[in-house]
């Protein structure tokens, strides 16, 4: 016999009516009437033989006569009388009992339409996205339950909800009864009735209260949780320092509990996970020391954990409880973050799936912090090599031939003091030329801080310098970009803009020969940069692949960064007819 699954459990059974006293004890009317007709014949029947009997034995006709009219005139009516009372009473008893079960019914009822209405308020309360419809929601369910003609709703912050029912008042008149009832945490609800509330109705509104107060607190948090979120996001997008990242990220999540203590561990190339960061009441730690036991644990279990009093002393000296939060990504792990706090039971169930979803962001920062890093590595790496490969084929080569000058000059004083003289002139101007293309290199290398100054004004001062270092006239227009404020280019574009126009004035001052070069920013929907020159030009299909000594950066490098951002960059020029360089970035 094959095993049956158990039945679901019946519905919980609804609130018995209350007893009341006055329904009667007596029978019901159809047990008086069965009593009445299966007793009363055979009754009757032996009282008047009983009777008869007692009548015979009178001796006198007369004294027949008046005992049979008197017990036929008066006793027979009184018995019927008596019998049909009886009845009537049991009728008026079940009467009022089926009025006072009617009255129950539809107070029960009432009751139950009551209920819904305030699950359905609380329903639509964990519903509303903000504090504003969480008002709303509540002072149209409080008209809705109460049966008021009007509600308000106000809480601390300036906030407040109206809700108007069946009425053609647009707000409450001296004639309606007020019933003002204070809310939990701050504010009160304010219920406007055309008839005295009662105390049901009363209780019936604190409890309203209750929940609205319930309501503002979810959507209060979920308020928090997402401007935390907010601030995490803003900490992916503007930071690249790997220890300020974390710590922006670690004190927003700290802050959303209230907590004091924080730690970030990070896998290094080894695989080992390593403190990168962390802060507590002492304040801030070392990096570089291994991850303690609970951080491992954590890390191999590969989801949210909350510590064991010992293993919260061990990540933190004096806390009594922590909460760990791993790190993964495709590739598997690569960090645990760690909360902590001296309060024992900080850390609930409640809070591990927002936390969760801000270690995942902090997972993304990371990650991409790290390719910054390995990105400006490489940028470093390529930059020495080109700087190399620039001193052995022009400065190292160009003062090896101007010792070679030297030599034949040192030996030609004597027999040749005039033709000495010419090597020594050339020789000194080629060592003229070379310092100033090392003094070009150096400035085209120096490092511009376009975070503090932005892009506006790092160009300004570029060009500036760049006319000073290169006996250049230099004219710069910005089309009002600086009075506007039109300019909105992620970080990462604007260096682009900036390594273009640093790229442009460098191969001006190499290879143009020119007199004066004009820088001009404009805005709009693109953002245009033109670099104009009037120097001797080229043949830019014959030098495209070029390697100048500002960036690293050819015409074909320069081009495809600026199309991989969804821009557009031309090189202009001929032999003779100078150079202009054009290109747009799509502005965010």
């Given at each position: 016999?094959?095993?049956?699954?158990?039945?679901a459990?019946?519905?919980?059974?609804?609130?018995?009516?209350?007893t009341?006293?006055?329904l009667?004890?007596?029978?019901?009317?159809?047990?008086?009437?069965?009593?009445?007709r299966?007793?009363?014949?055979?009754?009757?029947?032996?009282?008047?033989?009983?009777?008869?009997?007692?009548?015979?034995?009178?001796?006198?006709?007369?004294?027949?006569?008046?005992?049979?009219?008197?017990?036929?005139?008066?006793?027979?009516?009184?018995?019927?009388?008596?019998?049909?009372?009886?009845?009537?009473?049991?009728?008026?008893?079940?009467?009022?009992?089926?009025?006072?079960?009617?009255?129950?019914?539809?107070?029960?009822?009432?009751?139950?339409?009551?209920?819904?209405?305030?699950q359905?308020?609380?329903?639509?309360?964990?519903e509303?996205?903000?504090?504003?419809?969480?008002?709303?929601?509540?002072?149209?369910?409080a008209?809705?339950?109460?049966?008021?003609?009007?509600?308000?709703?106000?809480?601390?912050?300036?906030?407040?909800?109206?809700?108007?029912?069946?009425?053609?008042?647009?707000?409450?008149?001296?004639?309606?009864?007020?019933?003002?009832?204070?809310?939990?945490?701050?504010?009160?609800l304010?219920?406007?009735?055309?008839?005295?509330?009662?105390?049901?109705?009363?209780?019936?509104?604190?409890?309203?209260?209750?929940?609205?107060?319930?309501?503002?607190?979810?959507?209060?948090?979920?308020?928090?949780?997402?401007?935390t979120?907010?601030?995490?996001?803003?900490?992916?997008?503007?930071?690249?320092?790997?220890?300020?990242?974390?710590?922006?990220?670690?004190?927003?999540?700290?802050?959303?509990?209230?907590?004091?203590?924080?730690?970030?561990?990070?896998?290094?190339?080894d695989?080992?996970?390593?403190?990168?960061y962390?802060?507590?009441?002492?304040?801030?730690?070392?990096?570089?020391?291994?991850?303690p036991?609970?951080?491992?644990?954590?890390?191999?279990?590969?989801?949210?954990?909350i510590?064991?009093?010992?293993?919260?002393?061990?990540?933190?000296?004096?806390?009594?409880?922590?909460?760990?939060?791993?790190?993964?990504?495709?590739?598997?792990?690569?960090?645990?973050?760690?909360?902590?706090?001296?309060?024992?039971?900080?850390?609930?169930?409640?809070?591990?799936?927002?936390?969760?979803?801000?270690?995942?962001?902090?997972?993304?920062?990371?990650?991409?912090?790290?390719?910054?890093?390995?990105?400006?590595?490489?940028?470093?790496?390529?930059?020495?090599?080109?700087?190399?490969?620039?001193?052995?084929?022009?400065?190292?080569?160009?003062?090896?031939?101007?010792?070679?000058?030297?030599?034949?000059?040192?030996?030609?004083?004597?027999?040749?003091?005039?033709?000495?003289?010419?090597?020594?002139?050339?020789?000194?101007?080629?060592?003229?030329?070379?310092?100033?293309?090392?003094?070009?290199?150096?400035?085209?290398?120096?490092?511009?801080?376009?975070?503090?100054?932005?892009?506006?004004?790092?160009?300004?001062?570029?060009?500036?310098?760049?006319?000073?270092?290169?006996?250049?006239?230099?004219?710069?227009?910005?089309?009002g970009?600086?009075?506007?404020?039109?300019?909105?280019?992620?970080?990462?574009?604007?260096?682009?803009?900036?390594?273009?126009?640093?790229?442009?004035?460098?191969?001006?001052?190499k290879?143009?020969?020119?007199?004066?070069?004009?820088?001009?920013?404009?805005?709009?929907?693109?953002?245009?940069l033109?670099?104009?020159?009037?120097?001797?030009?080229?043949?830019p299909d014959?030098?495209?692949?070029?390697?100048?000594?500002?960036?690293?950066?050819?015409l074909?490098?320069?081009?495809?960064?600026?199309?991989?951002?969804?821009?557009?960059?031309q090189?202009?020029?001929?032999?003779?007819?100078?150079?202009?360089?054009?290109?747009?970035?799509?502005?965010?």
């Amino acid at each position: 016999m094959t095993d049956r699954p158990a039945p679901a459990p019946p519905p919980a059974p609804l609130p018995a009516p209350p007893t009341t006293q006055a329904l009667p004890a007596p029978a019901q009317l159809s047990d008086r009437v069965r009593l009445v007709r299966n007793t009363l014949p055979p009754l009757i029947l032996l009282v008047v033989v009983v009777v008869e009997l007692l009548i015979a034995q009178l001796r006198s006709p007369g004294a027949e006569l008046w005992a049979h009219l008197l017990f036929y005139g008066l006793v027979g009516p009184a018995v019927t009388f008596f019998s049909v009372e009886w009845i009537a009473e049991g009728t008026r008893a079940r009467e009022r009992a089926e009025r006072e079960l009617r009255a129950l019914y539809g107070e029960l009822s009432a009751s139950h339409g009551r209920l819904r209405a305030v699950q359905e308020l609380m329903r639509d309360l964990a519903e509303a996205p903000d504090q504003g419809a969480v008002l709303e929601v509540a002072a149209r369910g409080a008209v809705r339950v109460t049966g008021a003609t009007h509600a308000t709703l106000t809480v601390p912050g300036g906030l407040s909800g109206t809700a108007r029912g069946d009425t053609l008042l647009a707000s409450p008149s001296a004639d309606l009864h007020p019933l003002k009832v204070p809310i939990p945490g701050g504010g009160a609800l304010a219920l406007h009735f055309e008839a005295p509330p009662g105390p049901d109705t009363e209780t019936l509104a604190q409890a309203l209260a209750a929940e609205v107060a319930n309501g503002v607190e979810a959507a209060r948090q979920r308020t928090l949780d997402l401007m935390t979120l907010h601030s995490v996001d803003q900490s992916i997008r503007a930071e690249r320092n790997m220890r300020r990242l974390l710590s922006r990220i670690t004190r927003n999540m700290a802050a959303r509990l209230n907590v004091t203590a924080r730690a970030a561990y990070l896998t290094d190339q080894d695989g080992v996970l390593r403190l990168e960061y962390a802060e507590d009441e002492r304040g801030e730690a070392v990096g570089g020391s291994p991850a303690p036991a609970f951080a491992l644990r954590v890390a191999e279990a590969g989801k949210p954990l909350i510590a064991q009093e010992a293993e919260a002393v061990d990540v933190f000296p004096g806390a009594r409880s922590a909460l760990g939060l791993p790190m993964l990504n495709e590739d598997g792990l690569l960090g645990v973050l760690v909360l902590g706090d001296s309060r024992e039971g900080a850390f609930t169930e409640t809070r591990v799936p927002l936390l969760a979803l801000m270690a995942g962001q902090a997972t993304l920062a990371v990650r991409n912090a790290r390719a910054y890093l390995y990105s400006e590595e490489l940028a470093i790496s390529d930059e020495r090599a080109r700087i190399a490969r620039e001193i052995h084929d022009g400065v190292a080569q160009s003062l090896a031939f101007a010792a070679l000058k030297l030599d034949v000059v040192s030996r030609q004083l004597r027999s040749d003091p005039d033709r000495a003289e010419a090597e020594v002139r050339a020789a000194g101007s080629l060592l003229r030329e070379q310092i100033r293309e090392v003094r070009r290199s150096i400035f085209a290398l120096r490092p511009i801080d376009l975070e503090r100054y932005g892009l506006l004004e790092t160009v300004r001062r570029y060009v500036l310098d760049f006319g000073e270092q290169n006996n250049l006239r230099t004219t710069l227009d910005f089309g009002g970009l600086e009075d506007s404020g039109e300019l909105h280019l992620a970080p990462g574009d604007e260096a682009m803009v900036f390594r273009l126009v640093q790229e442009s004035l460098n191969n001006v001052a190499k290879h143009a020969r020119a007199r004066e070069v004009s820088v001009s920013l404009l805005g709009g929907p693109r953002v245009r940069l033109r670099v104009q020159d009037d120097g001797v030009g080229f043949d830019p299909d014959s030098i495209t692949g070029r390697v100048s000594s500002a960036g690293g950066l050819g015409l074909i490098q320069m081009r495809e960064r600026i199309e991989a951002r969804g821009g557009r960059y031309q090189v202009h020029s001929a032999p003779g007819g100078g150079t202009l360089v054009e290109a747009e970035v799509p502005q965010t």
